[in-house]
């Protein structure tokens, strides 16, 4: 194996193992445990994983940060480095490695442990990876990782070290995943506009550039070919609030049977980030396919009923409060039969053009709905979407092509002087 610094590392078939895994506790003191492939705690990430918890950060950030690190524990332990002796050679090189390695591929859950499994063919119709997507326009999921992807996962390893760094732990002296402090020469936000926002001066020396992408929404006559593709009244519920409310997809899964009042239209949440919760007016329809649902999938057949019953329910027994992963496959298999790869955010995307394009509707009151911190947040939705500017820009290009095929009016024919006849004819004088 060539030295942890040396040059000589083939980047080109360095391929993770599958060792070591993020475990689900469903302890609310340690939601999550990174633990090394002998099965135990890691524990630098202990630490961390708690001075996040300390700063009020979620469950599903201590699940997204624990993937970026056992990905980056990977790389140390495969190479035998150990955390606190990284380097920033190191760093580059798994920076490097993220850019050009390949995503591994893993089997679903029914084929671990079956080496004589293979996992079904796509359909035919499916787009190759990292393809446009013929129903909708969005780039299908590549084999590549995302920009996205390494730029949440640089953010992630630097905060990492700068905790560690403050804490003296170990014989850490550098942070591997340094700032690039050439990128902001002088004084920070000089010449600032007090009519502009302040933006980030500084970023990560390896941190990628991610390009700034539309929020994409579901066409109305889209929408509707979705909404008749759902096969349980639960399901087409949960599509109209979550197109109504604008609440994320993980949001309205918080709510409990009390919390759905028909009466005043409303629906409850508990909002992602500040754990607020917050009444959100929805549809009539929403509730109509509300109560089919319960009368005939959820009460009918024996779910749980109490007002501080969850208000989504599994449709088999045993009977469990239906989570975001359970939502998520209900809306894959959507996506299968249209063809298109449309996810549960779009849906939010959906509401909030709606609501934004409403000539009647305050930009304070979409604020307030959406749960937005800054208004400057919507512009993004004021703007034409890209179904808009391609449909504008094939009404300009008919246009044109029917001025082509209209006949071309004859020139006016050359008259006489109406003064010249006059005099000709002694109509007046010379």
Not at 66 to 73: F, I, S
Not at 254 to 278: F, H, M, N, W
Not at 366 to 395: C, F, M, W
């Amino acid at each position: 194996m060539p030295a942890a610094d040396g040059p000589a590392r083939d980047l080109k078939n360095l391929v993770l193992p599958e060792i070591g895994r993020l475990l689900e506790t469903g302890d609310q003191w340690e939601p999550y445990r990174l633990l090394d492939p002998a099965g135990d705690p890691v524990r630098p990430v202990t630490l961390y994983f708690k001075e996040l918890l300390a700063a009020d950060s979620p469950a599903t950030t201590l699940y997204s940060y624990g993937n970026d690190l056992l990905r980056w524990w990977r790389f140390l332990w495969i190479l035998r480095i150990e955390w606190d002796r990284a380097t920033r050679e190191n760093a580059r090189d798994f920076t490097l490695w993220m850019k050009q390695a390949d995503k591994p591929v893993r089997l679903h859950w029914r084929h671990r442990g079956k080496p004589w499994a293979t996992p079904p063919l796509p359909p035919a119709r499916k787009p190759a990876p990292g393809t446009p997507n013929p129903v909708t326009g969005k780039l299908s999921i590549g084999t590549k990782y995302a920009a996205s992807t390494r730029a949440h996962c640089e953010t992630v390893l630097r905060t990492f070290y700068d905790f560690h760094l403050e804490r003296n732990s170990g014989s850490l002296l550098v942070n591997p995943f340094p700032l690039d402090r050439s990128r902001s020469r002088g004084r920070p936000n000089a010449h600032h506009s007090p009519m502009d926002d302040f933006k980030p001066q500084r970023a990560g020396r390896y941190r990628p550039k991610v390009p700034e992408q539309a929020p994409r929404r579901i066409p109305d006559n889209k929408y509707t070919e979705v909404f008749a593709s759902l096969r349980y009244h639960r399901d087409r519920a949960l599509l109209a609030s979550w197109v109504s409310t604008g609440a994320r997809a993980e949001e309205l899964l918080t709510s409990k049977e009390r919390d759905a009042i028909p009466g005043q239209q409303l629906i409850g949440v508990i909002r992602k980030g500040t754990r607020v919760y917050q009444q959100l007016p929805a549809s009539p329809d929403a509730f109509v396919w509300l109560r089919l649902y319960q009368e005939e999938e959820a009460w009918g057949k024996g779910a749980p009923r109490g007002r501080n019953q969850p208000l989504w329910w599994t449709l088999r027994r045993p009977w469990r409060p239906l989570n975001y992963h359970a939502a998520y496959a209900m809306f894959k298999r959507v996506n299968e039969i249209l063809g298109a790869n449309w996810t549960l955010h779009d849906l939010r995307h959906t509401a909030s053009y709606r609501m934004t394009n409403d000539p009647e509707m305050s930009m304070a009151y979409v604020q307030h709905i959406l749960g937005h911190k800054y208004q400057s947040t919507l512009q993004k939705y004021i703007n034409p979407s890209r179904d808009e500017v391609i449909a504008a820009g094939i009404a300009h290009h008919a246009r044109q092509e029917r001025k082509k095929r209209e006949p071309t009016p004859a020139p006016p024919s050359p008259a006489y002087n109406p003064e010249s006849l006059a005099v000709l004819f002694g109509e007046t004088p010379a």
